[in-house]
């Protein structure tokens, strides 16, 4: 089935360590996002990749880092994970009429 | 920045009509949309419609949008208990390239 794809579904994690989330899109979209959804907080936008070779800071930036490794995907790191990072992070693909959003990935960090 | 506002909660009985309101401070957005989230998932477009229309109706849904007071809403008549989820509202940034920015959202609860 044609959409975007993101993995893991579920990830516990340590104060401190690492992990990249993946996520990739088979619609031929050039632009992706990162996204992370906290209670009564609504989207937050995190890291954007307009096309491929570029990425751009969103609303909330401090802590993470991305890679757009080429037109299908665009990964999300966390270098040394904090308490506040625990959320559900969302990746999304677009086209003009809105975007297409993968179903996430709960991560908490204990 | 933009801002994008919807209240949090709303309770309706099976049937009845539901209306969910947004509003939005940036009044060069060109791309409004309601998206649908169930527990669990992911987020699910709805519908959405461009500034230059005041209204767009699709089956059951109804949006009225209302450029100078930066105000949109989402009509669902008939309402089910299948609707019961959470409803974002968004709107296209004109800062920036294709960003979506997003309402806090609505949880919608049908009641028999």
């Known amino acids: 089935n044609a959409g975007v794809t993101q993995t893991p579904k579920f990830q516990v994690l340590k104060t401190g360590q690492s992990m990249t989330l993946q996520c990739a899109q088979d619609m031929n979209h050039n632009s992706m996002y990162w996204y992370r959804q906290d209670p009564g907080m609504g989207l937050r936008l995190i890291y954007y990749s307009a096309s491929e070779g570029t990425t751009d800071k969103g609303e909330v930036p401090n802590g993470y880092n991305v890679s757009r490794l080429n037109k299908r995907e665009f990964s999300l790191r966390l270098e040394s994970a904090a308490p506040s990072q625990t959320s559900v992070y969302f990746c999304?693909?677009?086209?003009?009429?809105?975007?297409?959003f993968g179903s996430g990935t709960r991560l908490t960090v204990v | 920045g933009e801002d994008v506002e919807q209240s949090l909660f709303l309770s309706v009985r099976e049937g009845d009509s539901s209306v969910i309101n947004c509003t939005y401070t940036?009044?060069?957005?060109?791309?409004l949309y309601w998206y649908k989230q169930e527990p669990g998932a992911g987020l699910q477009l709805l519908t959405y419609i461009f500034s230059n229309m005041d209204m767009k109706q699709d089956q059951r849904l109804t949006v009225l949008l209302n450029k100078k007071d930066k105000h949109l809403s989402l009509r669902i008549a008939d309402t089910q208990t299948g609707d019961s989820a959470i409803y974002f509202c968004a709107v296209r940034n004109s800062g920036g390239y294709n960003k979506l920015i997003f309402g806090a959202g609505t949880r919608l609860a049908v009641h028999p």
């Open positions: 940036d009044s060069s957005s060109t791309y």
């Open positions: 999304a693909s677009s086209a003009r009429d809105g975007y297409t």
